[in-house]
């Protein structure tokens, strides 16, 4: 069973940064894709950022592109957010998941582990 856990949420003020960390155990994190998802009060959880197995293809929403960046450290198991330039819109909890499959993917249904999510508030 693979384990996600999330760290580094917390409040920031209107264009400060804050970096998520996502460690993976219990699997064979190397061949996951990886994506971070987000969700705000009474809105769908959406996907922000993925990444795949390799880190040689990535996604990211319009909504975060140019201020959001998603990277991977295999051999640490770990997969990293770098979130700069916040706005209050992007206040929300902030969850990893993986995916067993390999190809890039950005559908909630898509992804077959999730961890237990983070809290990033960005005040204005």
């Known amino acids: 069973q693979v384990q996600l856990v999330e760290s580094g949420g917390g409040l920031v003020q209107a264009g400060g940064s804050l970096r998520l960390s996502c460690a993976a155990s219990?699997?064979?994190?190397?061949?996951?894709?990886m994506g971070w998802f987000r969700q705000a009060p009474g809105k769908e959880r959406e996907c922000v950022v993925a990444?795949?197995?390799?880190?040689?293809?990535?996604y990211a929403a319009d909504s975060v592109k140019g201020r959001f960046t998603i990277s991977r450290d295999n051999a640490k198991n770990t997969v990293y957010l770098q979130m700069n330039s916040l706005k209050p819109e992007d206040t929300a909890v902030y969850y990893c998941?993986?995916?067993?499959?390999?190809?890039?993917?950005?559908?909630?249904?898509?992804?077959?582990?999730w961890g237990q999510g983070t809290q990033v508030t960005v005040s204005s």
């Open positions: 219990g699997g064979t994190f190397g061949t996951y894709t």
């Open positions: 998941a993986a995916a067993i499959m390999g190809y890039l993917r950005t559908g909630v249904g898509q992804y077959d582990y």
């Open positions: 990444i795949t197995w390799s880190g040689g293809s990535a």
